[in-house]
């Protein structure tokens, strides 16, 4: 049972546009969110995050949105750039410990 | 700089050999985890622990065993390899105030054939 799921495997757009990717959850324990990088040969990396009480959280380029109705968030990238090119896991907390449920993944190619 | 290392980037192993892997992180971090990542599959918990000498279980922890007699490695075991624990084993570590922004390590590769 998938309760974190990344429908889209590959997301390609070209430099400077913006890059959308989205994770759908169903486990309403979940009440914090999370999106990792992950490039080639290396471990993800921490990109940013959302509690279930906000619905917007920015860091420069990096958006992410919660619908917690809709069990939907999504990460925005404006404007997109060639070294945003990797793979996106969103992921999901609040079940204890620390513990993460992960998405698929989502490949991100930006063309310059 | 935060550094989570795993003791091999790649590793092959025989059907039915014990293999340890071995992960050590140098920031005082209170949880470990171990996942494994397999194409469409994402990232999935096998084990984590919390503090020295505690354990549970994660999503997938059948075929596998951790041991953390020190706070700063976390060891995962399998005790009888099987193909299908050819994968991508990713270490990470997390501090207890901001338990989701956990730190990976590179990974280690391991193919049982």
């Known amino acids: 049972d998938q309760q974190v799921k990344q429908n889209s495997p590959s997301l390609s757009v070209q430099e400077g546009r913006i890059s959308i990717l989205n994770c759908d959850y169903t486990n309403s324990m979940f009440d914090y969110f999370l999106w990792y990088k992950k490039y080639p040969a290396e471990g993800p990396t921490f990109l940013i995050s959302i509690s279930s009480i906000k619905d917007k959280n920015e860091d420069g380029r990096f958006t992410v949105f919660l619908n917690k109705s809709a069990k939907h968030l999504s990460l925005h990238i404006v404007p997109s750039q060639p070294g945003d090119s990797a793979v996106y896991f969103c992921?999901?907390?609040?079940?204890?410990?620390?513990?993460?449920?992960f998405g698929q993944g989502t490949i991100l190619t930006v063309h310059p | 700089d935060v550094k989570v290392t795993q003791s091999s980037r790649y590793l092959v192993k025989r059907t039915g050999e014990k293999v340890f892997l071995e992960c050590v992180q140098d920031?005082?971090?209170?949880?470990m985890f171990w996942y494994r990542q397999d194409p469409g599959l994402g990232l999935r918990l096998i084990y984590f622990s919390y503090d020295v000498k505690m354990k549970e279980k994660g999503d997938i922890p059948e075929g596998y065993s951790v041991s953390r007699e020190k706070k700063e490695r976390f060891s995962l075991i399998l005790e009888s390899a099987s193909t299908s624990q050819t994968s991508m084993y990713l270490c990470?570590?997390?501090?207890?105030?901001?338990?989701?922004?956990?730190?990976f390590g590179p990974g280690t590769r391991l193919t049982v054939t």
């Open positions: 920031m005082d971090h209170e949880n």
């Open positions: 992921a999901a907390g609040g079940t204890s410990y620390g513990k993460l449920t």
């Open positions: 990470a570590s997390s501090p207890t105030d901001t338990r989701y922004e956990q730190y």
